[in-house]
């Protein structure tokens, strides 16, 4: 196999139809490869990079990355993997999600061939003529030999007609870009595949779908989710990535240096033989695996400094060397969980009750249990947040 596409299936759990792949990749032109993301959460996730990566990967030989923003698809739903109707966004929600996402996109791909198409633009102007000229190209039939369909539809939960309007969106998305290769997690396998109808009824060549693993999040059970709080940032410090990355279970660590690191495939392997003879130690291939993330997304140098802030926080039990400052405000007594939120301690008030009541906020050094704490207890004390969370009250 030519080096070039051995790079282009690394992580790859399903190219369908293989066989097209090699061909495509002959033509005389850049490939346009595409990307669907829809923008319901803040933040891009490692789970979220993966994919991510792969786009990256096709840009490095000179393909064109076609990323598509999801923002009309977002408020209809993705219905993959899921046992009940979702709760649909709002226009203003899927706004504000995808301007937090575009500016972290440049965290791992090329500026350049990039395309950024947001999917309103062609299916917010289809009428009803052309949405049921839409959906006249596939088949309930087709729509229920997916396998969540029809396990809800045996069960006797609802499915909304709307549901099955998205794989068709999606589809149609492909037709809009004149994909020819579109990428996805392996929950979305079905989804491409439904590209793939929805081209040819268009009278378009249709296009190859691959899909990449879902990386399992640092709980060790469910697929990375920011709604399960499972997950690493991109834009998280390299501290956070490198701290978050030792709490996974030993068992990730082989899927984690595959999808969410860069190192070579003979060295991986090499890494999990040594794991299974006793050669290598876990702690201490579990420490190569967090400068590995870190140094992805801040480089080499920051990934050595997370770790030595790892030691002073968990060896030495001390607080890191740098400190953020934040002021406190005139009110007496402060209410700890609102705190906790405005210092970006914790994603809510809600959180920050929730990780007071369960021990994991500490006033220098000791554990607190107040919701309402006197102001002058306050002033000049480090308030901590779990193992990794600090701020310096002033």
């Given amino acids: 196999m030519k080096p070039e596409l051995a790079r282009l299936l690394r992580g790859v759990d399903t190219v369908n139809p293989f066989d097209e792949l090699a061909a495509r990749l002959q033509l005389d032109r850049p490939l346009r490869v595409k990307l669907g993301l829809d923008p319901t959460a803040p933040s891009v996730t490692l789970g979220w990079a993966v994919v991510l990566r792969k786009l990256r ?3 490095e030989q000179g393909h064109t990355a076609v990323l598509i923003v999801g923002d009309f698809t977002a408020q209809v739903g993705d219905p993959s993997g899921k046992n009940e109707t979702r709760k649909r966004l709002t226009a203003e929600e899927v706004r504000g999600y995808a301007a937090a996402v575009l500016e972290q996109f440049g965290h791992v791909l090329l500026p350049e061939p990039l395309e950024i198409r947001y999917n309103s633009e062609w299916l917010g102007e289809l009428d009803m003529a052309a949405v049921l000229e839409l959906t006249s190209k596939a088949t309930v039939a087709q729509m229920m030999e997916r396998g969540d369909f029809s396990i ?3 069960e006797g939960t609802p499915i909304s007609v709307m549901e099955f309007m998205y ?4 589809g149609y998305d492909s037709v809009a870009v004149e994909a020819d290769i579109e990428l996805g997690g392996s929950d979305q396998l079905w989804n491409l595949m439904m590209g793939r109808v929805i081209q040819e009824r268009y009278g378009m060549e249709p296009q190859i779908a691959m899909t990449v693993p879902l990386l399992v999040g640092t709980d060790g059970e469910q697929k990375m989710s920011q709604s399960l709080g499972n997950f690493i940032g991109i834009t998280e410090s390299a501290e956070e990535m490198f701290g978050k990355t030792m709490s996974i279970p030993d068992q990730l660590m082989e899927q984690w240096f595959r ?12 890494i999990v033989a040594g794991l299974d003879s006793g050669d290598l130690h876990p702690a201490d291939t579990k420490r190569r695996l967090g400068r590995e993330v870190a140094a992805l997304y801040w480089g080499s140098e920051a990934a050595v400094e997370a770790e030595a802030a790892f030691d002073r926080i968990h060896k030495e039990k001390a607080v890191p060397v740098e400190v953020d400052e934040f002021p406190l405000g005139p009110e007496d007594p402060v209410s700890l969980p609102t705190l906790m939120r ?21 006033l220098d050094g000791e554990r607190i249990d107040d919701i309402e704490v006197a102001r002058d207890r306050l002033v000049g004390a480090i308030l901590q947040v779990g193992k990794r969370r600090f701020a310096r009250l002033v």
């Fill in 57 to 59: 990967h096709f840009q």
């Fill in 152 to 154: 809800r539809y045996e």
């Fill in 167 to 170: 794989p068709l969106l999606q």
């Fill in 259 to 270: 999808l969410a690191t860069e190192v070579d495939s003979e060295e991986i392997d090499a």
């Fill in 342 to 362: 405005d210092a970006g301690l914790a994603a809510s008030g809600g959180e920050g009750r929730r990780l007071i009541q369960q021990g994991a906020v500490r």
